[in-house]
């Protein structure tokens, strides 16, 4: 299954939202975690551009 960059980041952000309401957690964890889910977002979006490029080579 291919996810396109949007799809991956809406798939990230409901797991990070059921993660967040599970516990309580400090603003710092909190912030670590949207930067993270944010890095994994961008990395995904670049990992599915450069599949796209290569099928045209």
Partial sequence: MEFEGGE???VNLFFFTITISKRK????????AYEMNKIESHIERSKSKQF????FL
Wanted: glycine share 0%; net charge negative.
């Fill in 8 to 10: 991956v980041m809406l």
């Fill in 25 to 32: 957690y400090s603003s710092d964890e909190i912030e670590k």
């Fill in 52 to 55: 796209e490029q290569m099928k």
